[in-house]
């Protein structure tokens, strides 16, 4: 075909004929690489080409086959969330955060709970990515520390985030949480407020998070000379109920702890329970640190001193992470490649009456 072609039209394709990508780049002096990044919002364009751009896809017509891509690619446009995080505040923050970043991309997110420890969970998750085609997958933890996902998810050839307390991956791949910075700024508060009868109550032992911020709380009583005594810890499963069953054990004892830091903002909740059962006030007769820093840590009373993780953020963030390469980026080189948690302080915790 010519410019002189009788048979094509002004804007450069066929008469009765559906305008494709690659008529828009001919009319547009654009590659198709341009094109597709326009259309997918990225910030990589200027902006003459983008108008440019956006003038001929308004000339010609053209919108984008969203089935056919997915065909061309052997993917659908679902994006998938594979979890086993028992706490359901953290996962309806964490799905909100990438439903803001998937808004306006086309692309639709699916969810699948499901148990790491059932025989299963392997084959399972194999069945969902290939049953819904996925555009690619969000790991939260402890979904995200499991290789025998992550090596199912390579061999699918299907795209994955991992959001973990530490870097288990390459950075494209990878958002990482930091959590024992955030367990240790808590340890850190209880100390320098005069508590030396700390307790803890740990998350589940199959979670990576557990062990990163007990050795963060650990490493910053060590700054001041404590130790955690082992009697005082106790290990929860990231529940309301674990934190109540915990809290019972640990202010059995005699003497009971003066402090408590909880794993996440579902098990200090149970601490709070416990307290008010016993006649204890909080903070007078117990201060009580969680993390994750929760929506409900502002609305109990007293409200909730916690570590703060960002976990719409994360959310969002990961998402933004799968869908560069469909904007034309490096998911390696977005930033905020981590996070960075901090301590709220509020009314749960106070110093030591001597």
Same mark, same amino acid.
Request: proline share 7%; hydrophobic share 40%.
């Given at each position: 075909?010519?410019?002189? %072609?009788?048979t094509q039209?002004r804007t450069?394709?066929?008469p009765?004929?559906?305008?494709t990508i690659?008529d /828009?780049?001919?009319?547009?002096a654009v590659?198709?690489?341009?094109v597709?990044? @326009? ?5 990589? #364009? ?5 108008t ?5 896809i308004?000339?010609l017509?053209f919108?984008?086959d969203?089935?056919?891509?997915g065909l061309?690619?052997?993917r659908?446009?679902?994006v998938?969330?594979?979890y086993?995080n ?13 439903l ?9 997110? /699916? #969810?699948?709970?499901?148990q790491?420890?059932?025989p299963?969970?392997v084959?399972? !998750?194999r069945?969902f990515v290939e ?11 402890s ?7 992550i090596? @199912?998810?390579?061999?699918l050839d299907?795209?994955? /985030?991992? !959001?973990?307390?530490?870097?288990l991956?390459t ?5 990482? &949480?930091n959590?024992?910075?955030g ?6 508060h209880?100390? %320098?407020?005069g ?8 998350g ?5 998070s ?8 650990r ?6 000379g404590?130790?955690l005594d082992d009697?005082?810890?106790a290990?929860?499963a ?12 640990l202010?059995a !004892?005699?003497p009971?702890p003066t402090a408590?830091?909880a794993g996440?903002d579902?098990?200090?909740l149970g ?5 008010r059962?016993l006649?204890?006030e909080i903070?007078r ?5 969680g993390?994750d ?5 502002s609305? /109990? ?19 933004e ?10 998911p390696a080189?977005l930033n905020?490649q ?11 915790? &106070?110093?030591l009456?001597v």
């Amino acid at each position: 075909m010519t410019d002189d %072609d009788p048979t094509q039209t002004r804007t450069g394709s066929r008469p009765g004929k559906r305008p494709t990508i690659n008529d /828009v780049a001919r009319v547009a002096a654009v590659s198709k690489k341009t094109v597709s990044r @326009v259309i997918n919002q990225s910030p990589f #364009v200027r902006e003459e080409t983008r108008t440019r751009v956006n003038a001929v896809i308004a000339d010609l017509g053209f919108t984008p086959d969203l089935q056919a891509r997915g065909l061309a690619f052997r993917r659908s446009f679902l994006v998938g969330m594979i979890y086993d995080n028992p706490s359901p505040n953290y996962v309806v923050n964490m799905q909100q955060g990438v439903l803001d970043a998937l808004r306006g991309s086309g692309l639709e997110l /699916v #969810v699948h709970p499901c148990q790491r420890t059932s025989p299963t969970v392997v084959s399972d !998750i194999r069945t969902f990515v290939e049953r819904q085609k996925l555009f690619g997958v969000i790991l939260p933890p402890s979904m995200s520390e499991d290789e025998r996902v992550i090596e @199912v998810l390579r061999e699918l050839d299907c795209p994955y /985030v991992r !959001i973990a307390s530490v870097s288990l991956d390459t950075p494209g791949s990878m958002l990482v &949480t930091n959590d024992h910075l955030g367990a240790a700024e808590a340890g850190r508060h209880l100390a %320098d407020l005069g508590h030396r009868r700390i307790g803890f109550i740990s998350g589940p032992a199959l979670f990576r998070s557990s062990a990163e911020r007990g050795g963060g709380f650990r490493r910053a009583l060590a700054e001041y000379g404590l130790t955690l005594d082992d009697r005082y810890v106790a290990e929860g499963a990231y529940t309301f109920e674990s934190g109540v069953e915990a809290a019972q054990r640990l202010l059995a !004892i005699d003497p009971p702890p003066t402090a408590i830091f909880a794993g996440n903002d579902e098990m200090a909740l149970g601490v709070f329970k416990v307290a008010r059962d016993l006649g204890m006030e909080i903070p007078r007769d117990l201060s009580v640190v969680g993390y994750d820093d929760l929506p409900m840590a502002s609305r /109990v009373w007293p409200n909730l001193t916690s570590v703060r993780l960002p976990i719409r953020d994360m959310g969002r963030m990961a998402a933004e992470r799968l869908l560069a390469p469909m904007r034309g980026l490096d998911p390696a080189e977005l930033n905020q490649q981590e996070v960075l948690p901090s301590l709220v302080v509020r009314d749960s915790a &106070t110093a030591l009456k001597v």
